[in-house]
């Protein structure tokens, strides 16, 4: 995953003196989140494939008995 930005402090010369120090070097803007790019990226491929592998197989009284319910959870909370 991509790495994050540091969170700036709320006080003005807190946030000031973090912006020099990040423009002179003496702090990373970025921080590492833990998680390897590659994983993540093999993890998105085989979800972007299982959707459309499920829906190929799927009858369509199944895909609208899921739709309908998926319907009825989204009207659910609504009041």
């Known amino acids: 995953m991509a ?3 540091l969170k700036r402090p709320r006080d003005v010369s807190q946030r000031a003196k973090m912006i020099v120090d990040i423009a002179t070097g003496e702090v990373e803007d970025r921080e590492d989140d833990g ?3 590659k994983v993540s990226a093999r993890g998105r491929k085989g979800g972007l494939v299982g959707g459309k592998a499920r829906a190929t197989q799927l009858t369509p009284e199944e895909r609208s008995k899921i739709a309908k319910k998926a319907a009825q959870a ?3 909370h609504k009041k």
Do not use: G, L, S, V
């Open 74 to 76: 989204r009207w659910a």
């Open 35 to 37: 998680i390897d790019p």
């Open 3 to 5: 790495d994050k930005r």
